[in-house]
Structure formats: structure tokens, C-alpha cells
């Protein structure tokens, strides 16, 4: 037990403090490369502690891909085999699509347990928690993605572009799904749990998957329909994944996809931020 200078009571001896001090440097602060790693693999350890979300990227793109390939196959091309090779990109887009609201899920759950107080009590760059989820969740994205292209090659699928048409697909669909996350991740943090974020995403992804090119062509659509369409991210980025996979893409097609996955980052990720570092979990 350290003893008092009993000349001057109340003051800890100097020698004892010092010795009760560690004599190792402080480590240094992280820096944002670091942070933002550390927390990808923290977003990665899910997969492997969550059972549920492991089932959900695996059997949910398989039973989509399966349902709408054999349901509407026949009607719309005549066979399987005609269909898959406009379905399958499409199908690629649609299940990204609908597995970004996890992101939000993911977040806003981390708030209601404090675990989102605590990292920001941290002395971390604080964006890291937000950046890192984003990247974690590319691999679950890559994983949806690959097995689309095996249940599509199983059931007839042959990308036209091979290899490399089909590695930068997956570049371009990485990138959507890392624009489209920055929309759930505001909503995550702007609801008061996670039902609220799974029914409002809900409602909004939906209308964007299947009023879009994924499954039929838009020229058959009502007018008013075709207009929505056509600017519609989803269908910007299948018709430029289906140009890529099959060889066939334009360069406005390219354009008009990357620029869409620039608009939503430029107006979302600003506003995600600003509700990150001013949100009141009180």
C-alpha cells in the first residue's frame, strides 16, 4: 500500500507513483485504416456467430433465382435455358438489392443494445464503425453473387464475356450495394428499432426490384412506367451488368450505372454521417 508524505499529507511520494506507473510506451492511436479494418472484421465474425445470416445469403438467392426462373421462364421466352440468360444478371442485382437493408438492421440493433455509446466513447475515428459494417458486408454481397452465377450456370447460364466479364460485374454490383447501403444506414439510424427499418425498407425495395428490367422488358410496360424504369438504379446497373457478362456493354450504359451509385453516395453518405455524429440515443 503506497504510504503519505507525512510531511505534506495528502501528497503521494513520487518515487511510489512512478513505480506504479507501466514502463511500456503507449500504444498509438489507431488510425483509419486500422479502425475501419478492425470493425470489417468484426461485421465479418457475424457470418460466423449468426447462423441466420449465413442461411439467409445462401438459401434466399437460391430460391429466388429458382422461383422466378421456373415461374416465369416458359411464359416470357419460351424455355428455361432463353430466360436465365436475361434473368440471371438481373437476379444478381435483385438480391444485393434486397440484402443492403441489413446494413441498417445491423446498426440500429447496436444501438438499442449501447453498443453503439460505447464506440463512440472510443478514441477511434469514429467513422470507422460505419465504413467498416459497409465493407464487411461485401462479402456477404460476393457470396449472394457467386451463387446466383452457379445456380444460373447449372440451369443454363453461360456469360458470353467469361471470366472477366463476370469478375467485373461483381466490381459493379460491389460498388451499387455499397451506395444503396448508405440509404439504410440513415434509416437505421433515424428509426426507433429494428421492425420499423425492416417494414420501411421493405416498402421501398420492392417497388425498386420489380419495377425496374430485372424480369421483363420495359418496352412492355405502360408509359408512365417505362419512365420510372428508365431511371431507376436497379435497371441502370442490370442493363450495364448484363452488357458486361455478355460483352455487348456501351459506354453510356457504364456511365449512367457509376453514376448512379455517385449520386446516391454524394447525397446519402454526407447525411448518414451528420446523423451518426449527432444522434441522441437518450
Known sequence: MAMLDTAQPGIVDKQVLTSAMSAKNRPSRSNALSASLTLTWRAWLKLKH???QLVGITIFPILMTLMMTFLFGGALAGSVQAYVQHLIPGMIVLTVTMSTANTALALNTDIANGIYDRFRSLSFWRPAVLVGSLLGDTLRYTIMVLIVIIVGVILGFRPEAGLSGVLLSLSLVLVFAFSLSWIWTALGLLMDDAESVAMVSGFTTYPLTFLSNVFVDPATMPEFL????SINPVSLVTTALRGLMQGTVTTPQLVYAFLACAILIVVFAPLTM???????TT
Open 50 to 52: 449468426v447462423p441466420s
Open 226 to 229: 417505362q419512365a420510372f424504369v
Open 274 to 280: 451528420y446523423l451518426y455524429n449527432h444522434k441522441n
